[in-house]
Structures are given as C-alpha cells and as structure tokens.
C-alpha cells in the first residue's frame, strides 16, 4: 500500500511539473498558424516566380525564328501555330535579334513529363516579353523598375575629360552631359593636367545594373586656375513658388544666378587642333605672301558637322573664291559670322533662313584656296573682324528676380555636395 501511494505521488509530481511546463512556455494554447512553418519568402523575375519552374537560358542566333525556337524548346504545335496571330502591337515575332537572352520556364504535368510554361525574350535590359505557352498562346510584356540614387563623384582630368570619367570608373555619360552644360564656358579642348570635376546627379539602375544617368544637379569645375560652379535651377519645379509673377526660369546657372549660356557656343565644330590664328600678318600657305588672317582655322576632318555659334539668319551661302563654300549668318545688330571651306552645306539650308544654336550648317571641307580639311571661321562685331578665341560672349537671361530667393535656397543646399 504505502508502494502504490508512493507511487502515485511520484505520477502526480511528473504531471504536475509537465502541466506546468506547458503553462510556463503557453505551448498549449497555440493556434494552428502558430505551428505552422514560417512564410517562405518568393523570388520573383519578368512577373513569375522562378522558383516554382525549371529555366533553361539561351541566346538567339543568327537567322533564327521565334516559330523554331518555341519548337526547339518543346512548345505543341498549338502553341507555334497561332505565334502568326499575335498583334505586333503586343509582339512582333519577327522582331527578335541575334544575341539577345530568352528563356524557357518548364513544369511537370500529372504524368511527370516536362512542357513549356513560359518563353521569356529579353528585349533590353528593363523590358520583356512573356509569351504564356502552357495553354492558348498569349502575351504580356514586363517592365523593371528603374531605381534612381544620387551621387557624387570627383575627377582629375590627366588628358581628357571622357578617360577622367573611365579611369574613375564613372559613366562616360556624365562627359557628354558636362561637356553640354559648360560648352559656352570652358574650351574642352584647352584642359590641362590637373584640371578637375566635382558633380552630384543621378545615376539609374535596374536591379543592381547601372544603366545610365539622371538629372545632374550641380557640378564645380576647376579650369584656368579658378571653379566654376554650375546649378540647374527649374522655377517650375514643385517646390517653386507658384504665384510667383514672370516666366519661366530654367537652364544652369552659376552661384550668383547668371546663366552658364551664353549667346554663343565657344566653337563651331569638334575639332582636332588649331592651324591657324587671327593676324594681320601670315603667309599665307598658297600664295607665299604675308596678308592678314582674320579668323581662326580649325583643322578636322573632311565632313565634320559645322554649327552654328548661337541663333541668328543666313545671309549669305554660296562658293566665294578662296574662301570656297562659304556661309555667313547674322546673329543680331552687332555680330556676324562666317564659315569658309565648307565641304557641302546642310540639307535645306537656305538663305534668309533662321538658324539656332548648334544646328548644323554645313561640312568641313577644302574647297577654295586650302591646303587641307578644315574650317576657317570668322566673325565680326559692328563691321570689325574680332578674335573668335577672345570673343567675350554676351550671357543669356540671369535668373529671374522673381525666383531669387528660391534659387539662392537651392544654392546653400547644394554646393556642400560639390565644395569642400
């Protein structure tokens, strides 16, 4: 007897010490979701969760068909017969180019036996067309996500601006668009070593691939022993004020608000080197005799675009003796330009016609009285020939009075990302 009562009090005392247990841990008041596995997280790619096929990776050659691919990869001939009734407004199946990435998403049916599900053409780098295979043809086309993030960067330019940007694994974009924003400012083709860049923009990307770059904000260049700031400045801008009187206010300007165009472009054309500057007193090449030259020759190869300086209308285009094809715009009451040796002129160019900034003109060339290709390019103020290379052109609108104090907000916002 006192066996068995021992006994039971020893069952009492595991019972109780589990009971407790329980309680302790709240174990059993869980629900059904609580003992369920966490949620496993799903990959997803082009819209469809890659997990759940097997993918086969390919690349399109050279002469093939969409209709031979999908028959290569195993689509019925349902499927491959009704490609001809797609509208190509949603794919045009004739569209598909050599080297470009497709894919093939397969499942199991009940029997186990793989088929297509997917067929999956890469068309760039953010689009894709999803052809639905695994019943009735249909399509959908997928567009990623274009992430923007700001950036900062700084270059010192040992040669060139473009090998500045490679060598600092920089977007060769941000060369371009430099080039733009301070063509009226800066002679790109006088930089000198130790020259530098500083720049805050946007660059884009598509999963984690650069793809190229947004709005550059701000850029400080050093050039000539002296910065030059530059900021993009939009008064219709969200963050402007709307009731603001006056017009619109857009375009680069430097820190006191004075924009960084100007009337006229630094030079005409892309050039290699210069052959020639303004004188009273050359030889001329040809006829051996000393005689002024009153512009500035530009050496560059036959059929290099010629632009025009800045806005203005043509007055004269025709061949003029040694000066060869020669055209002439009038940009207003003061200055005049010229652009001598041109090889042809562009389409339509006409007399009387109006010209803007940095439309092409003509070509360079060597007709007339030269040597070789290239341009010789003069201009004018009040009848006077000047030196195109100490030309003080005259700046566009500053920023209105009307956004100054929006534009000067910007200014102490930005320039901690391009000073130091």
Request: with cysteine; glycine share 10%; charged share 20%.
């Amino acid at each position: 007897m006192l066996k068995q009562m021992h006994s039971y009090k020893i069952h009492t005392l595991v019972l109780s010490l589990a009971a407790l247990t329980v309680l302790m841990t709240g174990c059993g008041n869980k629900t059904e979701e609580e003992y369920s596995e966490e949620p496993v997280e799903v990959r997803y790619e082009w819209g469809l969760p890659i997990d759940s096929f097997r993918i086969d990776t390919c690349t399109v050659k050279d002469g093939e068909t969409l209709g031979g691919i999908l028959n290569r990869m195993g689509a019925s001939r349902k499927i491959q017969s009704q490609v001809i009734t797609l509208n190509p407004k949603d794919f045009d199946y004739r569209s598909i180019k050599s080297g470009r990435t497709y894919y093939g998403f397969y499942q199991k049916d009940s029997t186990g036996a793989e088929y297509l599900h997917h067929w999956v053409y890469v068309a760039t780098i953010c689009d894709a067309v999803v052809l639905h295979t695994h019943d009735s043809l249909y399509v959908e086309r997928h567009t990623k996500p274009v992430e923007v993030r700001e950036r900062q960067a700084e270059a010192t330019i040992q040669s060139s601006l473009w090998n500045a940007m490679t060598g600092n694994n920089l977007p060769v974009e941000l060369a371009l668009e430099l080039s733009e924003i301070y063509a009226w400012t800066i002679d790109f083709f006088g930089l000198q070593k130790g020259d530098s860049i500083r720049v805050f923009y946007d660059e884009k990307y598509v999963d984690t691939t650069r793809i190229g770059i947004g709005r550059i904000y701000a850029a400080n260049f050093y050039h000539g022993g002296k910065w030059q700031e530059a900021y993009w400045f939009d008064s219709n801008d969200t963050t402007m004020v709307k009731n603001a009187k006056g017009g619109r206010t857009v375009g680069y300007f430097d820190a006191d608000g004075k924009s960084l165009k100007k009337a006229f472009l630094k030079a005409p054309l892309n050039y290699k080197r210069i052959s020639s500057r303004f004188t009273y007193a050359r030889k001329h090449p040809i006829y051996k005799v000393v005689r002024p030259h009153t512009g500035v020759d530009y050496a560059a190869p036959a059929g290099t675009p010629v632009v025009s300086i800045g806005d203005g209308t043509v007055i004269f285009k025709a061949y003029k003796g040694g000066g060869g094809n020669t055209v002439k715009i009038r940009h207003n009451s003061s200055y005049t330009t010229a652009y001598l040796h041109l090889q042809g002129y562009a389409k339509g160019l006409q007399v009387g016609q109006h010209v803007r900034q940095g439309e092409v003109i003509g070509y360079v060339g060597s007709t007339g009285s030269s040597t070789g290709p290239h341009l010789d390019f003069r201009v004018w103020k009040d009848g006077t020939p000047v030196d195109p290379l100490k030309m003080i052109s005259p700046p566009s609108e500053p920023v209105s009075k009307n956004y100054q104090a929006e534009f000067d907000s910007l200014v102490n916002r930005m320039r901690p990302q391009i000073t130091k």
